[in-house]
Nanobody
Framework: QVQLVESGGGLVQPGGSLKLSCAAS????????VGWFRQAPGKEREFVGA?????????FYADSVKGRFTISRDNAKNTVYLQMNKLNPEDTALYYC??????????????????WGQGTQVTVSS
């Protein structure tokens, strides 16, 4: 079983950038699709982006972050990253990474992922 730990969250001004990390232990992340989700106060958790790795090497992003957020992997470090640029206050949330093998149609759904990290807080404020 893989375990996930997120890091890199913090306080950033509007227009700024942060890079979140999702470090895995237990098993290699290359076997999994890795998703990023976020949950703002008083709101449901929502899909941010995902990377279906291995031979498929396909990226998915929510419309709200497309063009601003980028997912990348470092297989040597068994880590997946979420680079977040042009942050705005609406991006304030607890960010989670998750790993799984979602079937077609579930890559944007929480139910597609079996393993979750504990989350890292991102706050965008001046």
């Amino acid at each position: 079983q893989v375990q996930l730990v997120e890091s890199g969250g913090g306080l950033v001004q509007p227009g700024g950038s942060l890079k979140l990390s999702c470090a895995a232990s237990g098993r290699t992340l290359s076997h999994y699709t890795v998703g990023w989700f976020r949950q703002a106060p008083g709101k449901e958790r929502e899909f941010v982006g995902a990377h279906r790795g291995s031979a498929q090497n396909t990226y998915f992003y929510a419309d709200s972050v497309k063009g601003r957020f980028t997912i990348s992997r470092d297989n040597a470090k068994n880590t997946v990253y979420l680079q977040m640029n042009k942050l705005n206050p609406e991006d304030t949330a607890l960010y989670y990474c998750a790993a799984g093998q979602p079937i077609v149609g579930t890559i944007r759904a929480e139910t597609g992922y079996r393993v979750w990290g504990q989350g890292t807080q991102v706050t965008v404020s001046s």
